[in-house]
């Protein structure tokens, strides 16, 4: 921590720690106002609730699918953007970066045109007898669409990370492309793909413009948990409040799970970089 | 047999080099870095595609730029040992001796049996489950050594794989390596730039400078027939013929020489041999020194000559019962009063000397 840095540093907490005060104000007021009105007594009241509980268990479901689909849809696209130059390549990085930015309304909406029952290719779904909007699956279309940015930014850094001296090892050592993905690409890239799958999973945990839009609002098939806060907003604030202290809760735990819990793996050591 | 034929150009360089190595042959490739040497290795390997050119191993075609064919390193009976090793850091090192060996889909048993042995072979059996990390720097080179050398490549590529190590763990690896080179059925193309390395090593030598291979010939061919300057000036170096013999308790022995005679570090071997000095490990001074120099060779100085390229150190040729060549800087020189005539103590430790046969 002595680098070229070091030497500038001030030892006293100096004009730099007062300025970051009313960042941290607005950070944590509404933080605290969440948990300050909470007692145990109505969290364990509203936790046995069955709307509540079916909220968090299709949260929880729907989310770790999502999940799955990203990490399966988008690990050869991470792979592909970091290990390949091609024309078009500045398009498709900005394309999948795309629902980073877009406002989950417009992607619900964009995903109804493509999925609904007039969509492009809803027509074709629905003469299989597939109608995928207002239902669970859309939930996890929307969650997946929404948050897979994440994980194929951090997949592709990964990638990218990896020693192409390595690569090049293994590839005189007889391993072929995939082979090269699966026994050095993987593990090497692992802490990385573990950090991208922990954000979209996190990302997909709170999605709610999308999933609105195009899974609809449907108590036990489509109503999540963000959903239900909404809901609990205009009827029942003491739900609004609980389910709130829970996702803060959820999410900054896995925050702080990519940061210092994140175990590293013993071949990089105690002096590897954090 | 291996027969390459390979040119590359990339900027300014010109790549432009013919190989050729004798089955069970350990070729070694000198040059000065930056001359192509690795670039060569490189597409030999099938780590880069040359311009134009060819590479046949026995009977196989790995390139043909004429025909269109070139093949992909994996697909090449190729070992790899690049300078910086590259060692997989997430595997064992039993796991980074079995890669190869798991490529080719050699049953688990074999695989296990094989891995085991050459790693008893490069005496690093008890340090089979260790990462790499947690070796030194001549237990990682014998480990990415044993992972080359595994699959039994039929042309196995060696880029300075003693330059990063300290003088006492080359001196034992250099002895490793002639070990288990010597019984290789497939050629060994061996990099380096360090001259020592290239008379103890190779059955033959290759000269490269500035992307050709200027001469190709047995240590005594380029001793005797240096063709150009820069092969008389890595020759500008003392080598003596002599008998070693029997180790003692402190690890050294003697070596005769016609001259006389000198302690060295016990080599592993006794016998015929050829002891290398460099003139920079030379130390020059009026008297007898105390230092803890073993060896001490008296005599007068003969010849003063400017070093090239800059003449910034000196090269002072010795006459004496047995010819010796010192550099040093031009300061220590007129701090000695150096002129020819001048009589000179010139002391050597008795790790400075290499031994090969």
């Known amino acids: 921590m002595n680098g070229i840095h070091g030497a500038r540093r001030s030892t006293r907490p100096g004009w730099l720690a007062l300025t970051v005060v009313p960042a941290l104000v607005l950070l944590l007021l509404p933080i605290a106002a969440v948990y300050l009105r909470l007692d145990v007594r109505t969290v364990l009241a509203k936790l046995a609730e069955p709307e509540i509980v079916d909220a968090l268990k299709l949260s929880l479901i729907t989310s770790i699918l999502a999940t799955v689909v990203v990490i399966v849809l988008g690990t050869p696209l991470a792979y592909l953007l970091a290990t390949r130059r091609f024309r078009g390549r500045r398009w498709l990085e900005a394309l999948v970066d795309l629902p980073m930015v877009l406002p989950p309304t417009v992607a619900g909406f964009a995903l109804l045109m493509a999925f609904g029952r007039a969509g492009l290719a809803g027509g074709a779904l629905g003469a299989f007898g597939v109608s995928l909007p207002f239902t669970t699956a859309a939930v996890i279309v929307a969650q997946a669409f929404m948050a897979a940015p994440f994980y194929v930014s951090a997949a592709r850094a990964g990638f990218q990370g990896v020693d192409v001296r390595l690569l090049e090892a293994a590839a005189s050592l007889g391993a072929d492309e995939r082979s090269r993905f699966v026994r050095v690409m993987v593990p090497l890239a692992a802490p990385a793909l573990a950090a991208g799958a922990t954000m979209t999973f996190a990302r997909a945990l709170g999605e709610f413009g999308a999933t609105i839009t195009f899974a609809g609002n449907l108590p036990g098939s489509t109503r999540t948990l963000p959903l239900a806060v909404y809901v609990a907003l205009q009827s029942d604030l003491d739900a609004a409040l609980v389910l709130s202290a829970l996702l803060l809760a959820v999410s900054f735990a896995l925050l702080l799970s990519l940061r210092g819990a994140l175990s590293r793996p013993v071949w990089m050591g105690s002096d590897a970089p954090r | ?357």
């Not at chain 2, 090449?76 to 060996?101: E, M, T």
């Not at chain 2, 190709?216 to 027939?225: A, I, K, N, Q, S």
């Open chain 2, 1 to 357: 047999m291996l027969r390459a034929e390979l040119r590359l150009a990339r900027g300014g360089f010109l790549l432009e080099a013919t190989l050729e190595a004798r089955a069970g042959e350990i070729l070694v490739l000198i040059g000065e870095s930056g001359c192509g040497k690795t670039t060569f290795l490189r597409l030999l390997a099938g780590l880069g595609s040359p311009d134009a050119g060819h590479v046949t191993l026995g009977g196989d075609v790995w390139c043909d730029t004429a025909r269109g064919l070139d093949l992909p390193a994996h697909e090449r009976s190729c070992g790899w040992v690049p300078q910086d090793l590259a060692l997989f850091p997430h595997l064992s090192v039993a796991d980074n001796v079995a890669f190869g060996l798991r490529s080719r889909r050699l049953d688990p048993a074999a695989t296990t049996r094989r891995v085991r042995d050459i790693l008893k072979d490069v005496g690093l059996a008890e340090f089979a489950t260790r990462h790499p990390r947690e070796l030194s720097g001549g237990q990682q080179q014998r480990v990415a050594l044993a992972r080359a050398l595994v699959t039994e490549p039929g042309l196995l590529l060696l880029d300075e794989p003693l330059s990063a190590l300290d003088v006492r763990s080359r001196a034992e690896l250099r002895t490793q390596l002639t070990r288990l080179l010597g019984g290789r059925a497939g050629v060994t193309v061996h990099v380096t730039h360090d001259p020592g390395e290239a008379l103890a090593l190779g059955d033959r030598i290759a000269v490269m400078e500035a992307g050709r291979i200027v001469q190709v010939g047995t240590r005594d061919e380029l001793l005797r027939t240096p063709r150009t300057r820069f092969i008389a000036d890595f020759l500008g170096i003392n080598l003596w013929r002599g008998r070693v013999g029997a180790p003692g308790a402190d690890g050294l022995a003697h070596f005769v020489a016609s001259g006389g005679e000198f302690t060295v570090r016990a080599p592993g071997f006794e016998g015929d041999a050829w002891a290398l000095v460099h003139p920079g490990h030379v130390t020059l001074s009026l008297a007898a020194s105390r230092g803890s120099a073993r060896n001490q060779v008296t005599g007068t100085v003969a010849e003063i000559t400017p070093e090239p390229p800059d003449g910034a150190l000196l090269r002072v040729r010795l006459a004496a019962d047995t010819p010796l060549v010192a550099t040093l800087t031009r300061d220590s020189a007129s701090a000695l009063g150096l002129a020819a005539g001048t009589p000179v103590c010139a002391s050597f430790k008795a790790t400075e000397i290499t031994l090969f046969q």
